[in-house]
């Protein structure tokens, strides 16, 4: 299944910076980057619990959000893209 990931973490501190750098850090475990903060990852239903439990591991509740959009299997009818920075697709290997 295909989920887009957001988050708004707070970089007031120097703490708030270090949860942001692992907040990309986890989610480029998992997928690609779209944006500053949104991810979109092509994972299974015990890959989206573990992201879930690791993301909420690191994120300050009382200062950040996170945001899980669960777009499913047939995600490819459901994004459109418009503008430069096409995104990989996100089922073929990635080769550098």
Not at 10 to 31: D, F, I, P
Not at 57 to 66: K, M, Q, T, V, Y
């Amino acid at each position: 299944m295909l989920v887009l990931i957001t988050y708004d973490v707070s970089t007031m501190s120097c703490a708030g910076e270090r949860r942001l750098r692992k907040v990309a850090k986890v989610c480029q475990k998992y997928g690609q980057r779209v944006q500053n903060s949104v991810f979109e990852c092509v994972i299974d239903s015990t890959q989206f619990t573990m992201l879930k439990i690791e993301l909420c591991e690191i994120i300050d509740e009382n200062e950040d959000s996170l945001r899980f959009y669960r777009l499913g299997n047939n995600y490819k009818s459901k994004v459109e893209h418009i503008g430069i920075k096409e995104s990989l697709d996100l089922e073929d290997p990635l080769i550098f």
